[in-house]
């Protein structure tokens, strides 16, 4: 019984360690990509705006991809104790 709760203990901090992580690198990423158009085309700065809107909308879909992986494993072990 106990090793089972630092199993799932551990599940869900890795999980939700990664949420922080995923938020800041879909944004950085789609920055760093819209400076790098913006310099490219001389559009400044309008690629910058354009791919960090981007990269918030993607960091937000990996967000709840991950939220609802970890609401399923969790109902799934709900089944499984009833």
Known sequence: MKSENVKRLAFLMGHYG???LQMGLSVAIGLVIGLALDRY???????AL??????VIAGFLALFR???EIQDKQDSQGEGKQ
């Open 18 to 20: 990664t949420i922080g």
């Open 41 to 47: 085309l001389g559009t400044a700065p309008w690629m």
């Open 50 to 55: 354009i791919f960090l809107i981007l990269g």
């Open 66 to 68: 991950l939220l609802k």
